[in-house]
């Protein structure tokens, strides 16, 4: 009970995974931020996606 993979099965499954680390480093770069880390209570949704979007911004302009 020990299936090995098929040399196609591996290779997707290593893309697949370098697509996870690369999207995990971006939530964790994005949560030095403490946007999504603390509870924001403010009703407006727009002003929650603007911090949002400024932290995305900022970890984009971090690591480029």
Known sequence: ???SLTKIQHRA???HSSIRVLVEHAIAGI???HC???RIRNPSSALIDQF???????????IS
């Open 13 to 15: 499954n290593r893309h």
């Open 52 to 62: 949002f979007g400024l932290a995305g911004g900022l970890w984009n302009y971090k």
């Open 1 to 3: 009970p020990h299936p």
């Open 31 to 33: 949560k030095t931020f």
């Open 36 to 38: 999504l880390t603390h």
